[in-house]
């Protein structure tokens, strides 16, 4: 069974004080492991896609990496427009689009 | 373009009643899912349709029922809300094209009573 754990729960940042949020799965093959943004009442939405250990996207204040135990999302220098919940997410390479999802690190920037 | 538009936003129900929750997507997405999020829990998936005309079974079933109604439209029927179903539901679709990326829908925070 596909798991996916994220750490810390949450997690509380004076502006500009860089830190990272880390992932851990376990998934009998990966065919793509995501990290998305979510805001109260709102779906997730889209960050980053990776594919591969090694690899590595960035997005303005962001930069997510990949091993093959891990994903981290490393948030430079954060802004408060950057709290939100991020979660973490793993797709299977087995028969049916199954998408594992972590419980979220709940980020709070403040000024 | 909308994206994935659910209806209703927000829902109140007695145990027992039954209720339809709506979701549409303008992004010519094969797949389409129903998710559910609960505090500590995570989102899981409940029922999804990887293209027209097929639907399957995810993790969390049982109490729900789906219909795909077309490319665009997949629905989610509560048949005889129970309290275990207090949650917030997330409809979401995908494609191959977007390589798998979900895009969601701004979710049904349902109360059962």
């Known amino acids: 069974e596909d798991q996916v754990t994220q750490s810390p729960e949450a997690l509380r940042l004076q502006e500009g004080e860089s830190s990272s949020l880390n992932c851990s799965y376990t998934v009998s093959g990966l065919r793509g492991l995501f990290w998305y943004r979510q805001d109260p009442g709102k779906g997730p939405e889209f960050l980053f896609t990776?594919?591969?250990a090694g690899e590595e996207k960035e997005k303005e204040r962001l930069k997510a990496t990949l091993t093959k135990k891990e994903s981290f999302l490393h948030i430079t220098a954060p802004k408060p427009e950057d709290s939100a919940t991020y979660l973490c997410?793993?797709?299977?390479?087995?028969?049916?689009?199954?998408?594992?999802f972590g419980t979220g690190t709940k980020l709070q920037v403040i000024p | 373009n909308a994206g994935v538009t659910q209806t209703p936003k927000f829902q109140v129900l007695k145990t027992g009643q039954s209720m339809t929750l709506q979701c549409a997507q303008d992004?010519?997405?094969?797949?389409m899912y129903w998710y559910r999020q609960d505090p500590g829990m995570g989102l899981r998936l409940i029922y999804y349709?990887?293209?027209?005309?097929?639907?399957d079974k995810g993790e969390v079933p049982n109490g729900y029922n789906v219909s795909r109604l077309n490319k665009r439209e997949f629905s989610l029927r509560l048949e005889s809300a129970a309290p275990s179903q207090t949650s917030v539901y997330f409809c979401?679709?995908?494609?191959?094209?977007?390589?798998?990326?979900?895009?969601f829908g701004s979710g049904t925070q349902l109360s059962v009573l």
């Open positions: 997410a793993v797709l299977d390479s087995g028969g049916y689009q199954k998408v594992t």
């Open positions: 990776l594919y591969s």
């Open positions: 979401a679709s995908s494609s191959f094209a977007t390589n798998e990326k979900l895009f």
């Open positions: 349709s990887a293209s027209e005309g097929t639907t």
């Open positions: 992004m010519n997405h094969n797949s």
